[in-house]
């Protein structure tokens, strides 16, 4: 996960990610990200190829081609990538050229996830348009799990429509 590490402390990426958003810096941050994890992984990948290693991505990243172009060798050197494109991002991915970027992804055998869902901007159509593996359901209906509440019933929901679709599904854990 990517941290900040300053004078004050560690700062989380839900106070520094929007602002690397709104400077176009985000793209860059993440191949770095990126190259620092294919160095620093490449002998426990060595020994467990069948290591999976996600990335979260936004709708910028599938905008840039060099970023698609650079997927092609991450996706050589971790095989079992995945990128994880939050829900949230999602009312932006109608866009043709994303959607073509998603498809690129998908034939060079990079795993699509949807994270956070049920949260936001949930659209079922994006479920099936989409060439996605995986649904990450958010951690506010995994909480509710053994419980009689709602959100106990939305995420039975979710994991019935994912495996209807042929998804796969992880139901994202509390962060502790």
Excluded at 113 to 142: E, H, M, N, W
Aim: proline residues 4%; charged residues 20%.
């Amino acid at each position: 996960l990517m941290r900040w590490r300053s004078s004050h402390g560690v700062i989380g990426p839900q106070h520094f990610i929007p602002m690397a958003e709104e400077q176009g810096l985000l793209v860059a941050m993440t191949r770095r990200q990126i190259d620092q994890a294919v160095s620093a992984l490449a002998p426990l990948l060595a020994r467990q190829p069948a290591l999976k290693v996600s990335f979260n991505i936004s709708s910028q990243h599938l905008l840039d081609p060099a970023f698609i172009h650079e997927s092609v060798l991450w996706k050589r050197q971790i095989p079992h990538l995945v990128y994880e494109i939050t829900e949230g991002s999602m009312v932006d991915l109608d866009d043709e050229v994303i959607g073509s970027a998603l498809q690129r992804l998908k034939a060079l055998g990079i795993r699509l996830a949807v994270d956070d869902f049920g949260t936001g901007y949930s659209s079922l159509a994006y479920l099936q348009r989409l060439p996605l593996d995986i649904v990450k359901a958010d951690r506010c209906f995994v909480a509710a799990l053994g419980s009689d509440s709602i959100n106990a019933t939305i995420l039975e929901a979710i994991v019935k429509l994912a495996h209807k679709l042929g998804l796969d599904i992880i139901e994202k854990k509390k962060k502790s």
